[in-house]
Every structure is written in structure tokens, then in C-alpha cells.
Nanobody
């Protein structure tokens, strides 16, 4: 019932920056936590960063100090500012949202976006 659409991926040079966005749409829901994960070819999906509705953030050690996650609750949108990019950041980046439906029985749910490719190469 909640759809996520990512944007902002692309090609960047090492040391460069990219900004990802993920917008949630649907009806009668409240998003709790949102986050970004990434998956490189042949590798497992790894957490990049998460942010709660109150703004508490959590980062993978590999991106601390380089990436910043933020959100706009009014727009149901989460952002990932990626600076000082490295070739090892190359992956498909997927948006994730944990939400609660605002009508009985108030079910909890989880949605994933389709992913956006980030390639870091000179």
C-alpha cells in the first residue's frame, strides 16, 4: 500500500558527490523509519543508513563521515547525500520504509523501492 520511488543515481567520479531521493506515496499511512540499502553485483544487500521519524540516524561504518541521511516528514521523502564517493560505493541503492496504516487494524508494513544505480568511476 506504500510505494517508493527513488531518483538521483548516476555516474560520479571518485571524490565526487551524488544526492539520492526517495518519495513514498499511498493513502492513509504513517512512515516510521526510512533507510537506504545497497547491493553490489554478487554481494548481499547491506544497510547504508537509516533515520527514524524523530530524526535519529544510523550509518554503516563504511559511509560514516561521507554520507548524510535526512528526511522531510511532510513530503514523506528521504534523502541520501553522498560525498567523497569511492569506487567501492558502486551499487544499486534501494530505499526502504517501515510504516503503519492509519485505519483498522492498523497493520504494520514494509516497502522497498526498485533501486537506483550509483556508479563511481574515473
Amino acid at each position: 500500500q506504500v510505494q517508493l520511488v527513488e531518483s538521483g543515481g548516476g555516474l560520479a567520479q571518485p571524490g565526487g558527490s551524488l544526492r539520492l531521493s526517495c518519495a513514498a506515496s499511498g493513502s492513509r499511512f504513517t512512515i516510521n523509519a526510512m533507510g537506504w540499502y545497497r547491493q553490489a553485483p554478487g554481494k548481499q544487500r547491506d544497510l547504508v543508513a537509516t533515520i527514524t521519524r524523530a530524526g535519529t540516524t544510523n550509518y554503516a561504518d563504511s559511509v560514516k563521515g561521507r554520507f548524510t541521511i535526512s528526511r522531510d516528514n511532510a513530503k514523506n521523502t528521504v534523502y541520501l547525500q553522498m560525498n567523497s564517493l569511492k569506487p567501492e560505493d558502486t551499487a544499486v541503492y534501494l530505499c526502504n520504509a517501515l510504516y503503519r496504516l492509519n485505519f483498522p487494524p492498523m497493520n504494520l508494513g514494509e516497502s522497498w523501492g526498485q533501486g537506483t544505480q550509483v556508479t563511481v568511476s574515473s
